[in-house]
């Protein structure tokens, strides 16, 4: 049940429905603190204009902590800026202003967004609301824990790979990542530019279609935005045609654990012998790529991102005997150590005489990858693959590395390459843990990859 659809009817019936709404969500945001999905609470916030012709005007929602709202604090998850006051808001954020959302929290996540686990956080790891010994994943955690427990009816996330996606699948929610430069960057903290994306965790395809409709705009501030013509995502939520043709690639599943790999071969056969669908090889020795090629471009990427964080101009500051002494007593006070370690790589991957030989060929290989995909595309509407390899790991098998991270765990990081549309909704359950189904489709388009998405939750939950 969308729940943007479910406010409209009772805020109609009821005048004061909206007040009582967000009283019950900061009580309800009150009740959680142990979970560590927010950072901070957001109360009477000043720059939302009512908007009563919007669809999700009065609705309450949450930020992830690395995207920027006038006046309130933005930590990024990280100490470095734990009194950092934003002077400007995010395009985003200016977006859901003017369509009158209220919002009331800043998720935590993964310092800087570097991190996949929900564990790297500088205010504490954020607790699966399932079971507190598994993971979230992440980076976008909070975000995902505050829409699965139904604190928020939207939250928003950032995606650099699978940031969004991989959490909707370990908590049983819906994570929409858009096509590369339909969401406005300008006023994000940065991960990797050449991969980060803005989107949206939802409990329904509709809502996600809503919010991002309002999401999605031009700005001349992000020299990646795309200025094209409006999608119109939720007017054209329920144009899916079962003469698309859909591509598994049955190597990847290989990849699965036996359980997950059960249920998805099961769905895909059973809930789907109606459609399309292909079972087809994409090519192993690139499966093999994506997480070494990701590594090296986005950890290089975010070195390069992150070069002004000093504690000279802004952010915590310490002192020291020069320049030179102050940046690393800095950094090496207020920065986590997940975040330490991608920037020492980084940074390896870019001396000068590794530049061409790991750097550059690390580029190639992406190009690869992608191209590997475009050919896919031209035979093929959708891509169909798992949401991830499992259910949601425990926190101790992560720790003492009994966890075995495949491939298909680093998969869905093929959509970050190429800026493809991708988007997780719930496939089942492994032991009463979540696990999703994702759906990648061609760049822009958007409006295809979401009325799949709703037609497929629509089928396996009764959802839309």
């Given amino acids: 049940m969308s729940k943007i ?16 709404l967000l009283k019950d969500t900061y009580s309800k945001l009150e009740k959680q603190k142990d979970n560590n999905a927010y950072i901070t609470l957001v109360k009477n916030y000043k720059y939302v204009i009512d908007n009563p012709k919007s669809l999700i005007n009065k609705i309450p929602y949450a930020i992830k902590d690395n995207i920027n709202a006038l006046d309130t604090i933005t930590t990024g998850g990280s100490l470095f800026f734990k009194n ?29 967004g570097l991190g996949g686990t ?89 809502d996600a279609a809503i919010v991002s409709d309002i999401m999605i705009s031009y700005d001349e501030k992000d020299f990646t935005s795309q200025n094209i013509k409006p999608l ?36 895909v056969k059973e809930k789907f012998n109606n459609l399309k669908i292909d079972f087809i090889d994409y090519p192993i020795e690139l ?38 002494e102050k940046i690393i007593k800095t950094r090496t006070k207020n920065f986590g150590k997940e975040l330490k370690r991608r920037f020492v790589i980084g940074s390896f991957c870019t001396l000068e005489e590794n530049y061409e030989d790991i750097f550059l060929k690390a580029k190639k290989m992406r190009t690869l990858i992608i191209n590997a995909i475009e050919d896919v595309f031209k035979k093929y509407d ?54 999703g189904i994702n759906i990648m489709g061609k760049i822009n388009e958007d409006a295809s990859v979401l009325s799949f998405a709703k037609y497929i939750n629509n089928k396996l939950n009764g959802g839309d």
């Fill in 84 to 112: 950092y006051n934003s002077p400007y808001s995010a395009t985003v954020i200016e977006n859901l202003n003017k369509a009158g959302a209220i919002p009331v929290a800043k998720a935590n996540l993964d310092e800087f």
């Fill in 382 to 435: 959708f891509v169909l693959m798992p949401g991830s390899s499992s259910v949601a790991p425990l926190i101790d098998d992560l720790n003492s590395k009994k966890y075995n991270d495949t491939e298909t765990d680093d998969y869905l990081q093929i959509a970050n390459f190429g800026g493809y549309p991708s988007v997780t909704v719930p496939m089942g359950k492994i032991d009463k843990y979540p696990i």
């Fill in 232 to 267: 119109e995502l939720y007017k054209n939520i329920d144009c899916f045609k079962t003469s698309s043709k859909i591509a598994v690639f049955k190597n990847v599943i290989e990849f699965m654990q036996p359980k997950e790999k059960e249920l998805f071969l099961k769905t």
């Fill in 118 to 206: 929900g564990t790297f956080s500088s205010y504490g790891h954020v607790f699966n609301p399932l079971d507190k010994n598994r993971i979230t994943s992440g980076s976008s955690s909070g975000s995902a824990v505050l829409v699965a427990n139904d604190t928020v009816a939207f939250a928003l996330g950032t995606d650099t790979g699978d940031s969004i996606r991989k959490p909707a699948s370990y908590n049983g929610i819906v994570g929409y990542k858009p096509t590369y430069g339909l969401v406005s960057r300008y006023g994000v903290f940065p991960y990797a530019p050449s991969f980060d994306h803005v989107g949206v965790l939802t409990k329904s395809v509709t």
């Fill in 287 to 324: 499966i093999r790529l994506i997480p070494s090629v990701y590594k090296i471009v986005s950890y290089s990427e975010a070195v390069s991102c992150y070069q002004n964080i000093t504690g000279i101009v802004f952010g915590e500051k310490e002192n020291g005997k020069n320049f030179d």
């Fill in 5 to 20: 659809l479910d406010f409209i009817t009772n805020n109609k019936k009821d005048k004061d429905f909206a007040q009582k």
